[in-house]
């Protein structure tokens, strides 16, 4: 079983429409929980931390469940340039290392 | 914010080759860099762990003799390829902790290699 499960997807989408996407991981010692946007051919960029009370940043609302070991992540009114590849990214137990998921791909249709 | 560059940002060598990448710190002194790779539609992958002036922790699976890393000072790391096949073509990517802010990893804009 992978350590970060996602949908690979992908989700394709029209504009405004709003998206989600999930993840599930595997550690229950995991402590830090984060996503990433990886555009193609760059590199990833940390779009957001996620907590368990849940945060917002802009259109941008991610969700964490320690309980059930599930992250989440909705995109509202999806824009043109929210088309990326979406990375679920866990800080592992007491190590300081990323473990990535594989990514879930959005297409924001116009 | 902390900036990382690599260089360089792409290569294409012959196989049996050496290919070395730099990463750098540009504005901060990082005390651990990481070194990953991406196969295509694949996730990163942590290949190693570098702090500086000592050896590498190396994840399990990447062989030490052919990934050499060498992490001289608090903002330059190196990676060299030994002896690459076309097996090694990937996109690899460095990240860095600055020591005032372990929590946060800057990641370096990849090197795409590809082994002919």
């Known amino acids: 079983r992978k350590e970060v499960e996602q949908d690979p997807g992908p989700f394709n989408v029209p504009e405004g429409a709003t998206v989600a996407f999930n993840c599930t991981y595997s550690?229950?010692?995991?402590?830090?929980f984060f996503w990433y946007r990886q555009d193609c051919r760059k590199e990833p960029k940390l779009l957001m931390s996620?907590?368990?009370s849940g945060n917002e940043d802009g259109r941008f609302t991610a969700q964490l469940n320690r309980a059930s070991q599930y992250i989440s992540l909705l995109i509202r009114d999806s824009k043109l340039s929210d088309s990326a590849t979406y990375l679920c990214?866990?800080?592992?137990?007491?190590?300081?290392?990323?473990?990535f998921g594989t990514g879930t791909l959005l297409a924001v249709q116009p | 914010g902390a900036v990382v560059s690599q260089h360089p940002s792409w290569v294409i060598c012959k196989s049996g080759t050496s290919v070395k990448i730099e990463c750098r710190s540009l504005?901060?002194?990082?005390?651990?860099m990481f070194w990953y790779r991406q196969f295509p539609k694949q996730s990163l992958m942590l290949m190693a762990t570098?702090?500086?002036?000592?050896?590498?922790?190396?994840e399990q699976g990447v062989e030490k003799d052919k990934f050499l890393i060498n992490h001289a000072s608090l903002t330059l790391s190196t990676l060299t390829v030994t002896s690459a096949h076309p097996e090694d073509s990937s996109f690899y990517i460095c990240?860095?902790?600055?020591?005032?802010?372990?929590?946060?990893?800057?990641f370096g804009p990849g090197t795409r290699l590809l082994v002919l």
């Open positions: 570098s702090n500086e002036g000592s050896k590498a922790t190396y």
């Open positions: 990214v866990v800080r592992g137990g007491a190590t300081n290392k990323l473990i």
């Open positions: 996620v907590y368990s």
């Open positions: 990240s860095a902790n600055e020591a005032l802010s372990p929590e946060t990893q800057y």
């Open positions: 550690n229950s010692a995991s402590q830090s």
């Open positions: 504005d901060f002194q990082a005390t651990t």
